[in-house]
Nanobody, 125 residues
Framework: EVQLVESGGGLVQAGGSLRLSCAAS????????MGWFRQAPGKEREGVSC????????YYADSVKGRFTISKDNAKNTVYLQMNSLKPEDTAVYYC??????????????????WGQGTQVTVSS
């Protein structure tokens, strides 16, 4: 059974940092693309970042480029999202996603069949 468990969310002031973790189990972690998505109240889920299992290529939404960094520790079956210089508009529930993708592109929510339960990130101004 595939399981994705996010942690690391919380309340932080603008300009602060958080590191989200997503612990994965139930599949061959090395072979799966991993993505981070977020959903703010009243808004659609949007892709934040992802990392391809094929070539290690990473993707970042324009809104987080230069501030967020995705990384993958295959030994720990964990993917991280380091979030720096946080802004109030980063406030959302953040979700980890995983799937076996045959394409190096990994930025769309529809590509993923496995999702975590989400972790709340709140950035105060």
């Amino acid at each position: 059974e595939v399981q994705l468990v996010e942690s690391g969310g919380g309340l932080v002031q603008a300009g602060g940092s958080l590191r989200l973790s997503c612990a994965a189990s139930g599949f061959t972690f090395d072979d799966y693309a991993m993505g981070w998505f977020r959903q703010a109240p009243g808004k659609e889920r949007e892709g934040v970042s992802c990392i391809s299992s094929i070539d290690g290529n990473t993707y970042y939404a324009d809104s987080v480029k230069g501030r967020f960094t995705i990384s993958k520790d295959n030994a720990k079956n964990t993917v991280y999202l380091q979030m720096n210089s946080l802004k109030p508009e980063d406030t959302a529930v953040y979700y980890c996603a995983a799937d076996f993708l045959s394409d190096t592109s990994c930025r769309k929510a529809w590509q993923y069949g496995y999702w975590g339960q989400g972790t709340q990130v709140t950035v105060s101004s």
